[in-house]
């Protein structure tokens, strides 16, 4: 182990600069004239695990952007890792908020900066130097290792829940390792042992055939607008509980216990407050800051659109009104069952005066794991040799669809261990890497997956 870790040490800016052509590839996954830029991230991720001695690579095609596939199997009686990531990135607007470009990587600080640093192309990166280093250091890895990329994940993970459904036995493996989220803090490295769920919502209010001179008809029809401003309030009440009918019926209750670890966590609210530049937080009462984002479902309204917004002022009375909304779930929430409460609880509060029309997007299943498990207890040893310091035990609000799949289809325990920071503008402009919690991965990713082979099954 100790020459595999050398060799990490020596190859430090060799593994920088080819991140940066990694990061250097739009694969932008939500925007149609970026395929060919999501398919062009795909054969090199796909050329980047051939070079770093990955066989049997290939892409699998879906009816979106393609899969990435390949293995090592060369340690039989071993364990089996099934290695998840995704290479495509959020769009970058706005773009002139950037201090750099977004696709041309830029070392500052010690940081890199580009679209998809830390979510996710830096953090499948390092697993990839944390793989090469074994197989070009000593010729072979301590496990079996699966590597599975998908170039949807932020929009949805359509394809790939089908394709895992199809190819059981091709991902069949005893424990899933994702690096997809962040660590607590700087300095305080982390496990994720719950996701949140998703579900997301356009709704369509629609007033009249066409726009309307708002002195001529004011006052004699509804405006989508305020309907639609109407609905909006009608799912929160002030004290932040989400008013959808039976929303709450499947939470679970966090325990004691879990809000006893949480309250010893390093978290400063105040700092909080003033890093998010908002002068007062809100959430539902009853719950802390941290409770009400890992531990409790939320509903949020992600956009609005409506009317006149040009420069100056157009009396008209807009003929259409349109919000995109999205829930977070907790488990045991599941998104069909809260898509129909939502669909029928906006049925219910909408006044007959306009037609409304609400159309489901994308979503995923919320996901808790036990910690206790050996797999788990594994990632925390190698954490600690990486960084110095044993992991807080962390839930996240945020999802990765894919997880509850591995685990209902799969049967298989997932182990989340990330190296983003909270800070570091994922989906925003600026987003970046920490490159010791970069570099440090990779020696905790070489030593991961020897501590695992020594897991007894
Ligand atoms: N890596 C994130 C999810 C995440 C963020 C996990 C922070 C843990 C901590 C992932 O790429 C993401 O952004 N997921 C989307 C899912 C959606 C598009 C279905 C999300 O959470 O909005
Ligand atoms: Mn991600
Ligand atoms: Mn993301």
Redesign the pocket.
Known sequence: MIKVIDYINTNRDRYISELKQYLAIPSISALPERTGDVLRCAEWSSAEMTRIGLTNVRLETTPGHPIVYGEWLGAPGAPTILFYG?YDV?PVDPLELWESPPFEATVRDGEIYARGAA??KGQVFMHFKAIEAHLKQGGSLPVNLKVILEGE?????VNLDNFVRANHDLLKADVVVIS???MFAKGVPSI?YS??G?V?FQIDVRGTKSDLHSGVFGGAVANPNMVLAQILSQMKDRSGRVKITGFYDDVRELSAEEREAWKKLPFNEKQYKKDLGAPKLFGETGFTTLERVWGRPTFEVNGLLGGFTGEGAKTVIPAVAMAKVSMRLVPNQDPDKIAEQFAAYVKDVAPPTVEVTVTRM???KPWITEYDNPFVQAAGRAIEQGFGKPPVFCR??????VVSTFQEELQVPAV?F?V?LPDEN??APNEKLDLSNFHNGIIASAILYGEIAKVQR
């Open positions: 995704h959020q979510d996710d994940e932020e929009v949805g993970s997809d989220s962040a994720c996701l949140r998703l997301y994308h979503g995923g996240e609000g945020g999802s990765i669809p989340l990330g983003g994922a989906h």
